[in-house]
Structure formats: structure tokens, C-alpha cells
């Protein structure tokens, strides 16, 4: 069975500094998709950002951007320019191409954006 | 409707009572999901419907949890005989059945109190 591990429970950044979050998983599928969700005390999961495996191109949108190593399967998020809107909870999730249609999700890490 | 609407919001219950809680997915989303997301923990898939049936019902816990989506809608997640265990949020997702990125599209969830 797939697992998705966040080591670091919570973070702090201040405002306009750059976080890397770190995720690793485990699988022995060659294709699956990884997303990092961002949820907010309203409890809406939000997606922030998605990756392919068979694409090498790490995926960026706009302030978000990851690093995607697929061999040492990490899969880490970048955030530039923090902003207090940022402060969240972040999750990241696994997902089979085939097969099962549920996302695996890790437990989660608590970011503060300091003023 | 332009959302996952989800309702209650909260649901305070005794132990031992029986608990419904519903999901409106987006309009024209085929697939449903049910996650379970406990204190300090990551989001559990539940369940998982195509239409109106059932694809993937593995992450039930036990026979106390019962989901139905009658007419391929509206989804009711039904707790029987309610243990304090079952306190967490519970959360609804939903998205297209074409174009499948993998991307959910979540509601604010119902917590659940069991007392």
C-alpha cells in the first residue's frame, strides 16, 4: 500500500521569505499523481499545486512550485513571496493512475507566516 | 451549485445514536468521495461512488458506516449505534468524470462530536 510521510509538523516563515515543505512517499507504481492540498481553519481542502510522475518538469503556478524527485521519491513545496494568506494546514497526497481512485494523504504540517 | 456543500456544519450526538450527514457535490460531477479526518491527522478515504454505486467502499471502518447516492447526486453518510471514536471531521469531495486530473474538489466538511 502506498504511504505519503511529512516529518515536519509545523513551520514558520516570515512574510515575503521563501519555505521549502517536504513530503516523501512510497510506492512501487511508475505512474500516480502527487498534489499538495492547503487547508484553512474553514476546513475547505484547496489545491495548491499537482504533479505527474512521468513528467520530469517540476510543476510551478505562480508562487508555488515543487521539486519532484522521483527516484528518492520526494516530492517538496516551495513557497516564494510568503504571504499571510499562506498560514495553513498543508497535506500532501498521493493518487494511482490505475486502479484505486482514492488520494493518500500524509498527516499534514502547520504553517505560520509571521508579519 | 458553485460548490461541495456539506450539512451540518457541526453535529453534537450522544453516544449510541444514529447520525446522517449529507453532501451536495458540484453540479454534473459524477464522482463522490467520503473522507474521514481525525485531531491532528490526515484525511481517511471512506468511500468512493461512480453515479450511484459504490466503486470503492474499503476505507469503511466496520458496519456502522453506511454511505448511499441514491440518484447520483446527493450523497448521505449514515452512522449507526455511535462510538466517541467517530468524532472528526468528516469530508465530502467531488469531480467531473471526464478530464480526470485527479483534482478534488472538496466541501468545508461536518465535525462530528460523539458525546
Same mark, same amino acid.
Request: hydrophobic share 30%; with cysteine; proline share 4%.
Given at each position: ?39 484553512? %481553519?474553514?476546513?475547505?481542502?484547496? *489545491?495548491?499545486? =499537482? ?47 490505475? /486502479?484505486?481512485?482514492? *488520494? ?8 505560520? +507566516?509571521? $508579519? | ?6 450539512? $451540518? ?6 453516544? /449510541?445514536?444514529?447520525?446522517? *450527514? ?9 464522482? *463522490?468521495?467520503?473522507? =474521514?479526518?481525525?485531531?491532528?491527522? /490526515? ?26 447516492? %441514491?440518484?447520483?447526486? +446527493? ?13 472528526? +471531521?468528516?469530508?465530502?469531495?467531488? =469531480? ?20
Amino acid at each position: 500500500a502506498q504511504t505519503v510521510t511529512q516529518s515536519q509538523p509545523e513551520m514558520s516563515v516570515q512574510e515575503a521569505e521563501t519555505v521549502t515543505l517536504s513530503c516523501t512517499y512510497d510506492t512501487s507504481e511508475s505512474d500516480y499523481y502527487l498534489f499538495w492540498y492547503k487547508q484553512p %481553519p474553514s476546513r475547505q481542502m484547496i *489545491l495548491v499545486i =499537482r504533479q505527474e510522475a512521468y513528467k520530469q518538469q517540476n510543476a510551478t503556478e505562480n508562487r508555488f512550485s515543487v521539486n519532484f524527485q522521483k527516484a528518492a521519491k520526494s516530492f517538496s513545496l516551495k513557497i516564494s513571496d510568503s504571504q499571510l494568506g499562506d498560514a495553513a494546514m498543508y497535506f500532501c497526497a498521493y493518487r494511482s493512475t490505475s /486502479g484505486s481512485e482514492k *488520494l493518500v494523504f500524509g498527516k499534514g504540517m502547520k504553517l505560520t +507566516v509571521n $508579519p | 451549485g458553485a460548490g461541495v456543500s456539506q450539512t $451540518p456544519s457541526n453535529k453534537v450526538t450522544e453516544k /449510541g445514536k444514529y447520525v446522517e *450527514l449529507r453532501c451536495d457535490p458540484i453540479s454534473g460531477h459524477t464522482a *463522490l468521495y467520503w473522507y =474521514r479526518q481525525s485531531l491532528g491527522q /490526515g484525511p481517511e478515504f471512506l468511500i468512493y461512488f461512480q453515479g450511484t454505486g459504490a466503486a470503492d467502499d474499503s476505507g469503511l471502518p466496520n458496519d456502522r458506516f453506511f454511505a448511499v447516492r %441514491p440518484e447520483g447526486s +446527493v450523497s448521505t453518510l449514515k452512522i449507526q449505534r455511535t462510538e466517541r471514536g467517530d468524532s472528526a +471531521v468528516y469530508l465530502c469531495a467531488s =469531480r467531473p468524470g471526464t478530464g480526470n486530473t485527479g483534482e478534488l474538489f472538496f466541501g468545508e466538511g461536518s465535525r462530528l462530536t460523539v458525546l
